[in-house]
């Protein structure tokens, strides 16, 4: 399978715990995003990298999260004390980009529960 | 400040009829339109996408429109199938991708 794999699919954690979660992007794809979904919304954007660089974060993420992707392959999310506003579905996606608009390839996602 | 909006949250249609979903955007940088699919517990599969250089494309018995002038794009799905039944996202690309919160099809048998 050369999709995008995302580990784990299901996490249950307490509250104030903290939580990574990795994202294995399609091998050629050069951009990789990391969004939030939560029950009837559309996914939210927390940031992205093109290749190794993070190019952007979303405003809306606060100082307990953070991404990296250390030479451009693999990326991970982290939580830092969790609380339970943060459960949702956290979707890893990447896409090629050459110049040319092309579309982004998502995982299967990360379920995050916080109990 | 969202700037891709789908505001029916849910559309019912009979199976072999046509299914019509609609979005609307507000960034006229915008030129790069998606659609994506959604089952539940699973991620967004991407559909079909249109250019802002076109007003139409076709794939199979989906067809995206893009009504530049009016900020609206639609999906035609034609005939509709139950198997079309999910969570339809409309999206753009600008560095990143803006989503729209989403239009729940359910086609009936």
């Known amino acids: 399978d050369t999709g995008v794999s995302q580990d784990p699919r299901h996490k249950i954690t307490k509250r104030g715990q903290n939580v990574t979660f990795r994202c294995d992007p399609i091998s050629e794809h050069n951009r990789l995003y990391w969004y939030r979904q939560t029950l009837g919304q559309g996914p939210e954007f927390l940031t992205y990298?093109?290749?190794?660089?993070?190019?952007?974060k979303s405003r809306l993420l606060s100082d307990r999260f953070s991404a990296e992707r250390p030479k451009g392959s693999f990326s991970t999310l982290e939580i830092q004390r969790t609380e339970q506003g943060d459960s949702a579905m956290y979707l890893c996606?990447?896409?090629?980009?050459?110049?040319?608009?092309?579309?982004?390839?998502f995982g299967q996602g990360t379920r995050l529960t916080v109990v | 400040d969202q700037q891709v909006k789908q505001n029916s949250p849910s559309l019912s249609v009979q199976e072999g009829r046509i299914s019509i979903l609609n979005c609307d955007y507000t960034?006229?940088?915008?030129?790069?339109f998606l659609w994506y699919k959604k089952y539940p517990a699973e991620g967004p599969t991407f559909l079909i996408s249109?250019?802002?250089?076109?007003d139409k494309n076709e794939d199979g018995r989906f067809t995206v429109f893009l009504n530049k002038s009016a900020k609206h794009l639609s999906l035609h799905i034609v005939p509709s199938q139950p198997g079309d039944s999910a969570v339809y996202f409309c999206?753009?690309?600008?560095?990143?991708?803006?989503f729209g919160s989403g239009t729940k099809l359910n086609v009936k048998p």
């Open positions: 960034n006229s940088m915008f030129d790069y």
């Open positions: 999206a753009d690309n600008f560095n990143k991708f803006y």
């Open positions: 996606a990447s896409s090629l980009v050459t110049g040319f608009r092309t579309e982004a390839f």
């Open positions: 990298f093109q290749n190794e660089a993070q190019l952007e």
């Open positions: 249109i250019s802002s250089i076109k």
